[in-house]
C-alpha cells in the first residue's frame, strides 16, 4: 500500500500517495493538463506530468520530491542561488510553452498572449533541491498572456518586492531594487518590458485583490478568509511600496 499524506498549504485539498499526488479539478483543468502535456513534449520537465483523473475526478500528477517554502521564506528560498535559478526556470517555462493553446482556463486571457503564464510563480510554488528551484506546480492559474505579466508577480515574490510592514517580505528597499534586478537579468527580459515593470507590478497586485474579492463574493470559503485576515490589505501596501520607491528599482532596473 502507497504511503499517503496530505500536503499543506494552497487552497485546495491535496494528497499525496506514493509518488503521485491527487488534487480537485475544475472547469479550468483539462486546459491545465493539455499544458502539462505540452510542456512534457517540449522537453520541459520542471513541472509535473499528467496521469490521467482517478475514479471520483481528481487529477492524478507527478509528486515532485524537495522543499517547498512557506512565508516568511526559508533561508534557502531566499538565497541568491533560488532567486536566480527560479528565474532561469520561469524563462524555460515560458519558452515551451510556446505554440500551445486552449480555451478554458480558471482568469482571463491577457493581451498580447505572449506565452502562457502560470499565474503564481512564487517560492509556495516552487520546488527547491538544497537552494536551487528545481520544479513548479500548481498550474491552476494558468492562463495566455504576456511574460511581462508573469515576470512581474514573479519578481514582487521572489525578490520580494514588499512593504517594511510585511512580515512575509526581507530586505531593504535598496536590497530588493538589486535582486528584482538580478531576477530580470536571469530570466533575460528586455529594456521595454524593465521600464514597465514597476507598473505591472501595481497592477498585476490590484488584478490579484479584484480576484479575491470575486471569488469571495462567489461563495469561496478560502477566499473569503484571506480577505478576512486582510491578505488583500498586504497586496495593496505592497503594490503602494512598488510604486512609492520606483525610482529606486528602475535605476537597477534600467542600468546600462
Same mark, same amino acid.
Given at each position: 500500500?502507497?504511503?499517503?499524506?496530505?500536503? &499543506?498549504?494552497?487552497?485546495?485539498?491535496?494528497?499525496?500517495?506514493?509518488? #503521485?499526488? /491527487?488534487?480537485?479539478?475544475?472547469?479550468?483543468?483539462? &486546459?491545465?493538463?493539455?499544458?502539462? *502535456?505540452?510542456?512534457?513534449? %517540449?522537453?520541459?520537465?520542471?513541472?509535473?506530468?499528467? @496521469?490521467?483523473?482517478? %475514479?471520483?475526478?481528481?487529477?492524478?500528477?507527478?509528486? /515532485?520530491?524537495?522543499?517547498?517554502?512557506?512565508?516568511? =521564506?526559508?533561508? +534557502?528560498?531566499?538565497?541568491?542561488?533560488?532567486?536566480?535559478?527560479?528565474?532561469?526556470?520561469? #524563462?524555460?517555462?515560458?519558452?515551451?510553452?510556446?505554440?500551445? *493553446?486552449?480555451?478554458?482556463?480558471?482568469?482571463?486571457?491577457?493581451?498580447?498572449?505572449?506565452?502562457?503564464? @502560470?499565474?503564481?510563480?512564487?517560492?509556495?510554488?516552487?520546488?527547491?533541491?538544497?537552494?536551487?528551484?528545481?520544479?513548479?506546480?500548481?498550474?491552476?492559474?494558468?492562463? =495566455?498572456?504576456?511574460?511581462?505579466?508573469?515576470?512581474?508577480?514573479?519578481?514582487?515574490?521572489?525578490?520580494?518586492?514588499?512593504?517594511?510592514?510585511?512580515?512575509?517580505?526581507?530586505?531593504?528597499?535598496?536590497?530588493?531594487?538589486?535582486?528584482?534586478?538580478?531576477?530580470?537579468? &536571469?530570466?533575460?527580459?528586455?529594456? &521595454?518590458?524593465?521600464?514597465?515593470?514597476?507598473?505591472?507590478?501595481? !497592477?498585476?497586485?490590484?488584478?490579484?485583490?479584484?480576484?479575491?474579492?470575486?471569488? !469571495?463574493?462567489?461563495?469561496? +470559503?478560502?477566499?473569503?478568509?484571506? /480577505?478576512?485576515?486582510?491578505? @488583500?490589505?498586504?497586496?495593496?501596501?505592497?503594490?503602494?511600496? +512598488?510604486?512609492?520607491?520606483? !525610482?529606486?528599482?528602475?535605476?537597477?532596473?534600467?542600468?546600462?
Amino acid at each position: 500500500m502507497a504511503e499517503r499524506e496530505i500536503l &499543506a498549504g494552497g487552497v485546495n485539498l491535496v494528497e499525496r500517495v506514493g509518488d #503521485r499526488v /491527487l488534487r480537485p479539478t475544475g472547469p479550468w483543468s483539462p &486546459a491545465v493538463h493539455g499544458l502539462l *502535456t505540452h510542456l512534457r513534449a %517540449a522537453g520541459f520537465t520542471g513541472g509535473p506530468a499528467f @496521469h490521467g483523473l482517478t %475514479a471520483d475526478g481528481r487529477e492524478i500528477l507527478d509528486f /515532485l520530491p524537495g522543499e517547498v517554502s512557506d512565508y516568511p =521564506p526559508t533561508p +534557502a528560498a531566499a538565497s541568491r542561488t533560488a532567486l536566480l535559478s527560479a528565474a532561469r526556470l520561469l #524563462r524555460a517555462y515560458h519558452d515551451a510553452t510556446a505554440g500551445y *493553446t486552449a480555451e478554458g482556463w480558471m482568469l482571463p486571457a491577457r493581451e498580447p498572449a505572449e506565452v502562457v503564464c @502560470h499565474g503564481d510563480y512564487a517560492p509556495h510554488n516552487c520546488v527547491l533541491d538544497g537552494e536551487q528551484v528545481v520544479g513548479v506546480i500548481d498550474f491552476d492559474t494558468a492562463h =495566455p498572456g504576456p511574460r511581462l505579466w508573469d515576470v512581474a508577480f514573479a519578481a514582487y515574490r521572489w525578490a520580494p518586492i514588499t512593504a517594511p510592514g510585511n512580515a512575509d517580505g526581507f530586505g531593504t528597499p535598496d536590497e530588493q531594487a538589486v535582486r528584482v534586478r538580478e531576477f530580470c537579468d &536571469a530570466y533575460g527580459l528586455g529594456p &521595454a518590458d524593465r521600464a514597465a515593470l514597476i507598473d505591472t507590478v501595481e !497592477a498585476r497586485l490590484h488584478a490579484l485583490v479584484a480576484h479575491m474579492r470575486a471569488e !469571495a463574493a462567489a461563495g469561496n +470559503a478560502a477566499f473569503a478568509s484571506h /480577505l478576512a485576515d486582510g491578505h @488583500h490589505l498586504m497586496y495593496l501596501s505592497d503594490a503602494a511600496h +512598488a510604486v512609492r520607491e520606483r !525610482a529606486r528599482f528602475e535605476d537597477q532596473l534600467l542600468a546600462r
